[in-house]
């Protein structure tokens, strides 16, 4: 394609995007990340700030950032690339709930989890506008909540809300489906940490009643 085409063909920027993701989905996302980096350099001076490419590819870059470790920096990324965005897409654009869902998780892996949880509670409120019940985003979104609803100390929280989670996806996603199975599992997880908390908070009553 380099030789037939030249350097800033659209074909040669989508070919160079797929070469960065399969390299992180081979198990290497500093090469992605790098990749991504350089590739967001050049279509920024062909296609200019607000092109969907442009911004699709700052979403790919984020994400990459996150799996490199650096969880506040795809924050960051993330919360910058949403205001953008906004102002291009409007509030309800498909991309703006998925830069949002992106931007709590990376909060929550950052050492923000009351954030994250609240933030999937906003988007959940607009994805039950937006989308509906029982779309796939809406149910992950309800996943994802109740998973920092654990995290910020509350398993009985997060059991009770998988537990709902489940019902739905077994109506709308059957038995089978890899996430029924997923959040069958995880509230098996919280189930136990609520056991465990429970019976930790009343050996310790026990101890002060004594």
């Not at 506008?129 to 994802?144: A, E, F, S």
């Not at 489940?166 to 996430?179: A, E, F, K």
């Given at each position: 394609q380099l030789r037939v085409l030249g350097t800033d063909h659209p074909n040669i920027?989508?070919?160079r995007s797929n070469l960065a993701h399969w390299r992180g989905q081979a198990g290497?996302?500093?090469?992605?990340?790098?990749?991504?980096?350089?590739?967001l350099t050049d279509?920024?001076?062909?296609?200019g700030t607000d092109h969907p490419n442009i911004l699709t590819t700052r979403s790919k870059l984020s994400y990459w950032r996150g799996r490199v470790g650096d969880a506040a920096g795809a924050a960051t990324a993330f919360a910058d690339l949403l205001t953008d965005q906004l102002r291009v897409l409007g509030p309800d654009h498909p991309d703006?709930?998925?830069t949002?869902?992106?931007?709590?998780?990376?909060?929550?892996q950052a050492g923000d989890p009351v954030g994250a949880a609240t933030a999937h509670q906003e988007l959940l409120t607009d994805q039950l506008?937006?989308?509906?019940?029982?779309?796939?985003?809406?149910?992950?979104?309800?996943?994802?909540l109740a998973y920092w609803q654990g995290n910020t100390g509350d398993p009985a929280g997060a059991?009770?809300?998988?537990?709902?989670?489940?019902?739905?996806?077994?109506?709308?996603?059957?038995?089978?489906?890899?996430?029924?199975?997923t959040t069958r599992g995880n509230l098996a997880h919280w189930q136990g940490n609520s056991d465990r908390k429970s019976t930790r908070l009343n050996s310790s009553h026990a101890n002060i009643s004594y």
């Open positions: 920027l989508t070919t290497d996302p500093a090469s992605a990340a790098t990749a991504t980096e350089e590739l279509q920024l001076r062909v296609l703006i709930l998925t949002r869902g992106n931007l709590a998780h990376w909060r929550g506008r937006v989308l509906g019940p029982d779309h796939p985003d809406t149910l992950t979104t309800r996943g994802n059991a009770t809300a998988y537990q709902k989670l489940l019902t739905d996806q077994l109506r709308v996603l059957g038995p089978d489906h890899t996430h029924t199975m």
